[in-house]
């Protein structure tokens, strides 16, 4: 049975910083891509960062340079380094495990709220 466990959200200061884990198991971790998407309220789910098995990072637009991804294979773990955050950045984040168009999988999600 697959399974993507995420951690490591929660309440943070504007300003402040956090990072995601995202925990595999039941996948052949390594030769999947794995991704971070947000989903704020009355709001769609929308991509901000995915890192393909040989580890290139690509981000979207609105996160570039405040959001790291990184994977460690040996752990079966991704990874989002969220800096500087904004009330904008307020959105549950959910990770993503693919393998072409054949093999897709979500976690259950992790509440990242950004508020004084």
């Known amino acids: 049975q697959v399974q993507l466990v995420e951690s490591g959200g929660g309440l943070v200061q504007p300003g402040g910083s956090l990072r995601l884990s995202c925990a595999a198991s039941?996948?052949?971790?390594?030769?999947?891509?794995m991704a971070w998407y947000r989903q704020a309220p009355g709001k769609q789910r929308e991509l901000v960062a995915v890192?393909?098995?040989?580890?290139?990072?690509n981000y979207a637009d609105s996160v570039k340079g405040r959001f790291t991804i990184s994977r460690d294979n040996a752990k079966n773990t991704v990874y989002l380094r969220i800096n500087s955050l904004k009330p904008e950045d307020t959105a549950v984040y959910y990770c993503?495990?693919?393998?072409?168009?054949?093999?897709?999988?979500w976690g259950q999600g992790t509440q990242v709220t950004v508020s004084s």
């Open positions: 993503n495990a693919a393998l072409g168009s054949s093999f897709q999988f």
């Open positions: 890192i393909t098995s040989g580890g290139s990072g």
């Open positions: 039941g996948i052949v971790f390594s030769i999947y891509t």
